[in-house]
């Protein structure tokens, strides 16, 4: 069954304190996976596409990699409006309309 | 451009009644998908269209659900004799075609129902 599961689901991290979020997955065979930002009272927004191993993506202080089995959200010295819930999508290649949603991790990045 | 527009943002309703949420997809995008998210809940897969047939229905809760879409656009998802359970909130997300396009959601519809 293809399934998809972020870790931790919450993060408190101190203003300029590097951290990761996780997001293991199996399905069969991987399209695609994505990462959107999903802010109280708004619908997630976009952030990053991945396609295949070894991948790399960045956007300001957010950089999204990808293996065969897991994906990292890595943030770099966060600020307190990095403070989100972030979601982890994929594709599978079986349902190619499918996405398949993890739980998300909630972050806090306090001043 | 202009993304993706839900309406109403809130709605309150009494149990027992119907309820209407609008979703205007980003122009062009010819794939629609409607998801319930549950308050520290997941997304949860409702209904997906592509153009206006849904060949995908499989995760209306009830047969007090349905969902249409006309003119490869505006889609409606009405929910019928709504009940308690039924208060979450609504999102709506389109999609350009072609594999690996990523979901663009809206704001989404908060439905209480009392």
């Known amino acids: 069954e293809d399934q998809v599961t972020q870790s931790p689901e919450a993060l408190r991290l101190q203003e300029g304190e590097s951290s990761s979020l996780n997001c293991s997955y199996t399905v069969s065979g991987l399209r695609g996976l994505f990462w959107y930002r999903q802010d109280p009272g708004k619908g997630p927004e976009f952030l990053f596409t991945l396609y295949s191993a070894g991948e790399e993506k960045e956007k300001e202080r957010l950089k999204a990699t990808l293996t065969k089995k897991e994906s990292f959200l890595h943030i770099t010295a966060p600020k307190p409006e990095d403070s989100a819930t972030y979601l982890c999508?994929?594709?599978?290649?079986?349902?190619?309309?499918?996405?398949?949603f993890g739980t998300g991790t909630r972050l806090k990045v306090l001043a | 451009g202009a993304g993706v527009s839900q309406s109403p943002s809130n709605k309150v309703t009494e149990k027992g009644k119907d309820v209407e949420l609008r979703c205007d997809p980003i122009?062009?995008?010819?794939?629609l998908y409607w998801y319930r998210q549950s308050l520290g809940q997941g997304l949860e897969f409702l209904i997906y269209f592509q153009g206006n047939s849904a060949p995908d229905k499989s995760g209306l809760p009830s047969d007090r659900f349905s969902a249409e879409r006309t003119g490869g656009s505006v889609s409606t998802l009405t929910i019928q004799r709504t009940q308690q359970e039924d208060s979450a909130v609504y999102l709506c997300a389109s999609a350009a075609s072609g594999p690996n396009s990523p979901l663009h959601f809206g704001n989404g519809t908060r439905l209480t129902v009392t």
């Open positions: 122009s062009g995008h010819t794939a």
């Open positions: 999508a994929v594709q599978p290649h079986s349902g190619t309309y499918k996405y398949i």
